[in-house]
């Protein structure tokens, strides 16, 4: 049976731009569902015994990626190299360096998305980190320091797995977007992926076929909350009933869980998603879920991708050690790529929406579009208990159970809000999809200039 990459070897209506010998670094131009993407190949021996990444190979990846930029063209990659090693001279630490210029300058222009197939090892897996999305097999490893330097410089030591393994960059890193059992299952993948993207920053996604009709009710979307205040739910069942076909492709699921995000589409048309999820950490954003999400909002601004965020949160998650490691700065992060984004965005505020992180999940100071609440949403500085404890200090407790559910009553509604203009409608839950196809509908033609500046500052 023929692989998918072994079809893409000898594709027949592919251009192949150039090819080195040694690892077997190619790059051609393949048809993909009808369009063309620019496909890179670099593949070691599997007994490690090729001369991993030579100047030869880093100048065949560096002319794909530039001439991919110049014609507009996605980039989808295979990569599984040792580096380089010693014996290939400086020059092949120069080629990578190379590449990732590349990279970088392509990036924002046209999709960029790879899949390590294999070993990633020393700076290319850097070039791991450049990309949009980077799916990884189930065997593929990549890091930038190996066990035995890691061994020697701290004396613990580590397996190959444990540290750079696909199972740590889904988890703990946040490198692996998808981990799949193999190359063929990566670019099918990367293809899924690209499906919702444009094939660059000037044009728009595709439409996505479907039979689907936008004015369905949505009744499990809207038995889904529990009605204890601090039950969790799945959020993902609520995008899966608003979705085209109850199809949403998840991005990034194991790494900071608290946070989903991924692509669906509402009346075929392509919609990027960030929720809380409050099957972890209740819905509350530390650190990953800031990054996370301030990536991926930034990923679907830069290619013209409408942005729906559901809202479930009590706020940002307090501890000592994340502000120390920089809850103030990594925090900014999702502020700072909601603030500068120009595609259409809607907001749906499910159950709690409290304090800083209110604002910070697309609230309309944020400048999103359009906000809808359902009835179950509670909008306020912080919940009712936290207000009754600062408010009324010396209050009993038989008195505090009583002002807690006058605060309940009287703050905790999305009404109040509503009539101050910060939420735009109130909405039946069953009535999501239609009412959210509607917003996107009426959001389509939506064009909003950047301001003119050599580039922004993004906190890091």
Not at 110 to 120: C, D, E, S
Not at 285 to 306: E, Y
Not at 429 to 445: S, V, W
């Amino acid at each position: 049976m023929t692989s998918t990459t072994e079809q893409l070897s000898s594709e027949t209506t592919s251009v192949t731009l150039r090819q080195a010998s040694g690892t077997g670094a190619t790059a051609r131009t393949v048809q993909l569902d009808g369009r063309q993407v620019m496909f890179l190949s670099l593949r070691s021996d599997d007994d490690g015994d090729s001369p991993g990444l030579t100047s030869a190979d880093a100048a065949v990846l560096e002319s794909g990626v530039r001439t991919a930029t110049e014609k507009r063209m996605p980039i989808i990659g295979m990569i599984s190299t040792f580096g380089p090693t010693v014996d290939t001279g400086f020059e092949a630490v120069v080629g990578w360096g190379r590449v990732a210029r590349a990279l970088g300058q392509a990036s924002g222009v046209v999709p960029i998305l790879l899949a390590a197939t294999g070993p990633v090892v020393a700076g290319p897996a850097l070039l791991l980190g450049l990309a949009d999305i980077t799916v990884f097999t189930e065997d593929a490893y990549a890091f930038v320091s190996g066990p035995s330097m890691v061994e020697s410089f701290t004396g613990v030591p580590v397996s190959t797995t444990s540290l750079g393994g696909s199972g740590a960059h889904a988890r703990s890193s946040g490198v692996a977007s998808m981990i799949v059992a193999d190359a063929d299952a990566a670019w099918d993948a990367l293809s899924a992926v690209l499906s919702h993207l444009p094939d660059h920053v000037d044009a728009l996604p595709p439409l996505i076929e479907t039979d689907d009709i936008v004015d369905r009710p949505t009744d499990e979307a809207a038995t889904t909350i529990p009605d204890h205040p601090t039950g969790s739910y799945d959020v993902r069942s609520i995008v899966r009933d608003v979705a085209d076909d109850g199809e949403f492709l998840e991005l990034r699921a194991s790494w900071a869980p608290n946070l989903v995000t991924g692509f669906c589409s509402i009346g075929g048309q392509t919609i990027g998603v960030v929720a809380n999820q409050s099957q972890a950490l209740a819905g509350a954003i530390d650190i990953p879920a800031s990054q996370k999400g301030g990536r991926f909002v930034g990923f679907c601004d830069a290619f013209n991708v409408p942005l729906l965020t559901l809202v479930d949160t009590s706020g940002f998650l307090p501890g000592k050690d994340l502000e120390w490691r920089g809850m103030i700065r990594h925090g900014a992060q999702l502020a700072f790529a909601y603030a500068r984004a120009t595609v259409p965005r809607v907001g749906l505020i499910l159950r709690k929406s409290y304090g800083g992180a209110y604002i910070v999940m697309d609230s309309r100071y944020m400048g999103t579009d359009m906000m809808l609440a359902w009835p179950s949403a509670e909008v306020a500085v912080m919940g009712a208990k936290g207000a009754v404890e600062i408010l009324h200090r010396k209050a009993s407790p038989e008195e505090r159970v009583q002002l807690e559910a006058d605060y309940d009553a009287r703050y905790l509604t999305p009404y109040p809000t509503a009539e101050r203009g910060s939420i735009s409608a109130v909405i039946d839950p069953t009535e999501t999809r239609r009412a959210l196809g509607a917003a996107f509908d009426l959001l389509a033609t939506k064009r909003e200039r950047p301001r003119h500046r050599r580039h922004d500052n993004q906190p890091l």
